[in-house]
């Protein structure tokens, strides 16, 4: 029992060590690719993030909505409904948009991105790239990463946008909260600092989400099975990692 | 054979994957200017050997030259210049599938050189035209048969104009008609631009038409090497049995299984 708990500590530090190592790989060949390679990176903006605008923009108007309608019944007990849109705001800006925004990226493009390279491998256009002098880390991996690195800070801006609308559709239009009020609340309490701890988090989450999923298809066993798995893990890892690092990046900034 | 025949030697070469050992004692030599032919039942290591040919697999111990380099020396700028000479048409075909067959057979040309786009196109559509699909540039890959994608991907290998050309099992899955267009290629494509061809296969008689020189791998090590002529006179009992396609012989039909009575009826009878 304990050497079977020994092993698989040793199996995650070693799968951990690999993907650090991977991870410097792609940094270190960022700039290269940025230079040479821009319009496989832009594409891939479009690709993870222009194609996830519309499930983030609906996700967002409805957590904006149903947060604006727990604010403002919660707060009227207090008579305090005015500060809804310092209760949305909050939450929207500090943790809500940007965990959302990681987690709905590595549903849609996360499992798109790690299945595709799964693929790949599978059907071996990596190792063909690789007879034909092509790095696929430089033409396949770091292209992926960077665009998902890239959106995924743009995807949080209009998740959290649209939130704090949707919240003002429900707490203004529907409830009859005070419209001066309620920005002016917000804008009042929100420092730059809460901001940027909001941007803090959705670059921290885009790495995370990116690497992931890029790690995964990459290291996929290539299999139809292999690459079903690594699809699943991509979602389930990231969802444990974002979770982990925004508890830890609250703590470090508070 | 002087040095100079020699394109690529392998000097006993020892591999395993995992706790199973592939090859033992691998010593195995490819003359330039003619196709060679790896063959051997399926599982043996043919397509593992041409990984350790091109380097995407390192050996356990022994050397592998190619062009008369120890290739394990080589640094990764050097092993993508090796590379750069030659061409491998894989299984499947392995074509870029978000990329136009245009574009596949491009892919290299504009990766490595500087060339305009007036001569890319006219070197792609030459090497499309030797393999008969000048006319298939504008598909996509899943608009193929498995024979277009087979010819597209050669027509992807050649673009560089490689010095060595090595086919991984290019018969596979194909209709009769494809089999012969891709054994003709073979030929054709050795001869008109004077390069070096390896072919793994276990189809006998299609790589018997046109292999100048024959490898039987089996045990992990060469089990019989000749011309094809010579290697159907060959005395040894599991060549014999690989070339003429017979159901039991030293390979056996049955996989190692516990004996049969004893599985079916619990207990062996007295």
């Known amino acids: ?254 | 054979m002087t040095l100079s025949d020699t394109l690529i030697e392998l000097r006993d070469v020892d591999f395993s994957r995992g706790d199973r050992p592939i090859f033992r004692d691998l010593n195995l030599t490819i003359r330039s200017g003619e196709v060679t032919a790896i063959m051997g039942p399926s599982g043996t290591g043919k397509t593992t050997l041409l990984q350790l040919i091109t380097r995407q697999l390192s050996p356990d111990s022994g050397q592998v030259f190619v062009a008369g380099d120890d290739i394990a020396r080589y640094g990764i700028s050097e092993l993508y210049r090796m590379r750069q000479r030659m061409g491998m048409l894989f299984q499947n075909g392995a074509l870029l599938t978000d990329m136009s067959v245009f574009e596949n057979v491009a892919f290299p040309l504009r990766e490595h050189t500087k060339l305009g786009e007036r001569l890319i196109r006219n070197v792609v559509l030459l090497k499309l035209q030797a393999v008969g699909l000048r006319g298939a540039a504008g598909l996509m890959p899943s608009e193929l048969s498995g024979g277009m994608a087979r010819r597209v991907a050669l027509a992807r290998a050649i673009v560089m104009d490689p010095a060595l050309l090595i086919y991984d099992e290019p018969f596979v899955g194909l209709d009769p008609i494809s089999m012969g267009v891709i054994a003709k290629l073979i030929r054709q494509l050795n001869d008109a631009l004077g390069i070096t061809s390896i072919v793994v296969s276990h189809d006998v008689k299609e790589i018997g038409e046109v292999a100048d020189y024959s490898y039987v791998i089996a045990d992990g090590k060469v089990a019989a090497s000749g011309r094809p002529a010579q290697l159907r006179n060959e005395p040894s009992e599991l060549v014999r049995q690989f070339m003429l396609g017979l159901a039991d012989g030293p390979v056996a039909f049955h996989y190692d299984a516990p004996d049969i009575e004893e599985q079916f009826i619990g207990s062996k009878p007295d």
């Open chain 1, 1 to 254: 029992m304990f050497h079977d708990i020994w092993k698989t500590f040793l199996g995650f530090l070693q799968g951990f060590g690999a993907m650090s190592l991977f991870f410097l790989r792609l940094l270190q060949y960022t700039p290269a690719v940025l230079v040479t390679r821009f319009r496989l990176v832009f594409y891939q903006v479009y690709n993870a993030g222009a194609l996830s605008i519309v499930i983030i923009m609906v996700c967002g108007l409805f957590v904006g909505g149903v947060l604006g309608l727990q604010a403002y019944s919660n707060l009227e007990r207090f008579n305090a409904e005015d500060t809804t849109g310092i209760f949305a705001g909050f939450a929207l800006i500090k943790e809500i948009g940007p965990v959302i925004t990681a987690l709905l990226f590595a549903g849609r493009a996360g499992t798109a991105l790690a299945s595709e390279i799964g693929l790949m491998k599978a059907t071996d256009q990596l190792s063909a790239m690789e007879m034909m002098a092509v790095d696929p880390l430089r033409y396949v991996a770091v292209p992926r990463f960077l665009g998902g690195v890239i959106s995924v800070p743009l995807l949080t801006a209009i998740f959290t946008t649209i939130g704090l609308l949707g919240s003002h559709l429900v707490a203004v239009e529907l409830l009859g909260v005070d419209v001066g009020a309620y920005w002016q609340q917000l804008q009042n309490a929100l420092d730059m600092e809460d901001v940027m701890e909001g941007i803090y988090k959705s670059i921290t989450f885009g790495i995370i989400a990116s690497l992931l999923a890029v790690w995964e298809g990459y290291n996929s066993v290539p299999t139809a099975e292999g690459v079903g798995r690594a699809t699943t893990r991509t979602v389930v890892i990231t969802a444990i990692a974002v979770l982990i690092f925004d508890f830890m990046i609250t703590a470090w900034i508070l």
